[in-house]
């Protein structure tokens, strides 16, 4: 079955940059698309974009344009996700999510990854 | 602030039927599919229904959802202590050509 697994948690200063990654596997990694949603503490889901694993083309969330960046190595059926110019604001939980297309649900979702943005 | 709108909780007896509501707009809701997740504590979203009425693999039928206009709404029947979670709808929004969330109803089994 699929199973997405992702790197651990990081700290970083504001200011920095942090690259989360998404690890695929149980299904043709390049036959679906990857959405990246955040969750700061207590508080609701945020999508972040979505990458086609296929071609590498994205979308990115009107809020998040020019700081966010999603690639992606077939090679090893991995997606990343880099958001840049960090704030405390961006301290949250990252997941990586895979949906058929880009309008589709997500199912199945990574266990998370906790970013911490504090100097 | 939310794009789309649900209760900040509820709560039920072991047994009982609860609703959850989500509104939106015609950009959303009013023109694609909602998505229900289902999140336990702790853990990462779960896919519980999709394209506004279909179960996911796995998920009793104690679970169903509607949709109507710019309204959707979750139905709990038969409620377990389990079944105490953050819910969320989701709905791809054609203006903003991303995806938006409600922020979430705590679901709390007395």
């Known amino acids: 079955q699929a199973q997405l697994v992702q790197s651990g948690a990081e700290v970083k200063k504001p200011g920095a940059s942090v690259k989360v990654s998404c690890k695929a596997s149980g299904y043709t990694f390049t036959a679906y698309f990857m959405h990246w949603v955040r969750q700061a503490p207590g508080q609701g889901l945020e999508w972040i974009g979505v990458?086609?694993?296929?071609?590498?083309?994205?979308t990115y969330a009107q809020n998040l344009r020019g700081r966010v960046t999603m690639t992606r190595d077939t090679s090893t059926s991995t997606v990343y996700m880099e958001l840049s110019s960090l704030r405390s604001e961006d301290t949250a939980v990252y997941y990586c999510?895979?949906?058929?297309?880009?309008?589709?649900?997500?199912?199945?979702w990574g266990q998370g990854t906790l970013v911490i943005v504090s100097s | 602030q939310s794009v789309l709108t649900q209760p900040s909780s509820t709560s039920g007896t072991p047994g009982q039927r609860v609703t959850i509501s989500c509104s939106g707009s015609s950009s959303n809701i009013g023109s694609n599919p909602v998505n229900w997740y289902q999140q336990l504590p702790g853990t990462a979203p779960k896919l519980l229904i999709y394209s506004s009425n279909q179960r996911s693999s796995g998920v009793p039928d104690r679970f169903s959802g509607s949709k109507s206009g710019t309204s959707a709404s979750l139905a709990i029947s038969g409620l377990q202590f389990e079944d105490e979670a953050d819910y969320y709808c989701?709905?791809?929004?054609?203006?903003?050509?991303?995806?938006?969330f409600g922020g979430g109803t705590k679901l709390t089994v007395l």
């Open positions: 989701a709905a791809w929004d054609g203006s903003l050509s991303g995806w938006v």
């Open positions: 999510a895979r949906a058929l297309t880009p309008t589709a649900w997500f199912d199945p």
């Open positions: 990458i086609n694993p296929s071609g590498g083309s994205t």
